[in-house]
């Protein structure tokens, strides 16, 4: 029987179909579309998502139910001997806290990982949790040295419009409208546990500017070692927006970091709900290596 089996949810970014390439098992998120159910990556897709949030419908993120969870780990359990479950981050969902309390009826067999992460961060710790599993490691060494490293990471998102952030209480409906005629981008921070303002710009490509010199100052000061080390890597995620759009700010992103592997996710439709189509998010954080 194989050793560890690693398992996360569609918030990473990685949906069903990538399951199979990178040898882990994805549980899809939960959306609410007026009172209906789908799942991240099943039954709904980014277009039909963002086509219904933009005509009005009321939309809501959820997270998996316990049944769903569970029944997985019972059928992962059938062939290995460990589970190391990686959720997003507890600051920003209970899934973890509810995972955390199920899996105790699992003994030592399903390890739940406080990994203080999301979207391309949170895919990063997944990758790190495979190559980690090749390495020998069982589920309690994983688990300690994901959390350990968790906040190794750092996240600046820019939100392309207010009007969804108004609809969440974070911007008040005067503050969106003069907001809206100035062209303001507000600027979000992931740090660990939280979704923080972080700055103002007027238009995308200034807010782009923005978080790229935030993440220059974190690369110069606490992700130096990591750097010079080759442990760090770069990534960038977005909602939906034109092909085009999308490419011409990859490429910039990675003009902007020469010297780091940069990875593309979309942001996922729980964020996505919250920010609405258009946004833009950058980030560093660790990586592991085969021989480390």
Partial sequence: MPGVAVMTDSNCGFMQEDGEKYGISIIPMPIVIDG??????????????????????????????PGDVMDRWDRLLEKYDEIVYIPMSSGLSHSYE????????YG?????????????????????????????????????????????????????????????????????AVGTVLNIKPVLTIQGDKLDAYAKARGMKSAFKTMCRALKGELAGRFRGLQEAGCL????????????????WKAEFEREFPGLDVMYMPLTLSIGCHIGPGGLGVGIYRKHCLNG
């Fill in 98 to 105: 509810c995972a955390a309390a199920f899996s105790q009826e």
């Fill in 36 to 65: 209906t159910t789908y799942y991240e990556g099943l039954d709904i897709s980014q277009e039909q998502f963002y086509e219904k949030l933009s005509g009005g419908a009321s939309v809501t993120s959820s997270q998996p139910s």
């Fill in 108 to 176: 030592d067999r399903v390890h739940v990982v406080d990994n203080h992460r999301i979207s391309i961060t949170q895919a990063q710790s997944v990758l790190d949790a495979r190559i980690l599993v090749q390495q020998g490691r069982n589920g309690t060494e994983i688990k300690s040295i994901l959390e350990r490293e968790a906040l190794d990471a750092s996240i600046y998102i820019a939100v392309d419009t207010l009007e969804y952030l108004q609809k969440g209480g974070r911007v008040t409906p005067a503050g969106a």
């Fill in 233 to 248: 890597c770069a990534g960038i995620a977005g909602t939906y927006m034109e092909p085009a759009l999308l490419e011409g």
